[in-house]
């Protein structure tokens, strides 16, 4: 079973829209990642959220974690093309694994 | 610094056969980990070794098995192949020191059973 849940399944947006993903998770957490993966291709870690930290930035993301309510998001801002892909939440609940997300796919028009 | 590298990229086996896939960590990691990429059951967890110990397995059957060696690099074995087995296999490399961080992952193997 997974421990994160993506929501949108799928998101469609012009070129320089927001783009926004949540995802939901099921125990207490040391940390939260996101990832990226291209066309079935390996994944990018993007950021990492510690359990004590509530927002983090880096570029054009943006995350968030709310420990009460078990979830975080992620903002991409002013999105490319080149942001097309699969986004995926992970969480390290259980020792040396990381536990992911069924993925929020990005699609970004021209 | 080279990043993960996984070889083969690309493998078609038979139902039955038997197949060994191959990881090699960014230099300087110890902790490796194996995942399995399906449509249907997304990333799952297979197992995590640091310094030739599996410290974490996945609700794998026992035809999945892997072991690193003393350089790090990693390989998974899956004996008695069925069709199911048809997958994106991901490896993925840590420093492995203290918690879990960012993992830097291959391009992964795509493994195809007929």
């Known amino acids: 079973s997974q421990q994160g849940e993506e929501d949108p399944q799928a998101l469609s947006i012009q070129e320089g829209e927001n783009a926004t993903m949540n995802c939901s998770y099921k125990?207490?957490?040391?940390?939260l990642q996101w990832y990226r993966q291209n066309s079935g291709r390996g994944l990018v870690h993007l950021i990492l959220?510690?359990?004590?930290?509530r927002e983090k930035h880096s570029g054009r993301l943006r995350v968030t974690l709310d420990t009460s309510k078990k979830s975080s998001s992620l903002l991409i801002t002013a999105s490319r093309a080149a942001d097309t892909a699969s986004y995926f939440c992970?969480?390290?609940?259980?020792?040396?694994?990381?536990?992911f997300g069924a993925g929020t796919t990005v699609t970004v028009r021209a | 610094k080279a990043g993960v590298t996984q070889t083969p990229r690309y493998l078609i086996k038979t139902r039955g056969q038997q197949v060994t896939l191959s990881c090699s960590p960014i230099?300087?990691?110890?902790?490796v980990s194996w995942y399995q990429q399906t449509p249907g059951q997304g990333l799952q967890f297979l197992f995590e070794?640091?310094?030739?110990?599996?410290?974490n397995k996945g609700n794998f059957p026992g035809r999945f098995s892997g072991r690193q060696f003393s350089n790090s690099r990693s390989e998974m074995n899956v004996s008695t192949l069925e069709l199911g087995d048809s997958a994106l296999y991901l490896c993925?490399?840590?420093?492995?020191?203290?918690?879990?961080?960012?993992?830097?992952f291959g391009q992964g193997t795509r493994l195809t059973v007929v």
């Open positions: 993925a490399s840590s420093p492995g020191r203290g918690g879990f961080t960012e993992a830097f």
């Open positions: 125990t207490s957490i040391n940390n």
């Open positions: 959220i510690r359990s004590n930290e």
């Open positions: 992970a969480t390290d609940a259980d020792d040396y694994k990381l536990s």
């Open positions: 230099s300087g990691h110890r902790s």
């Open positions: 070794y640091f310094s030739e110990t599996q410290r």
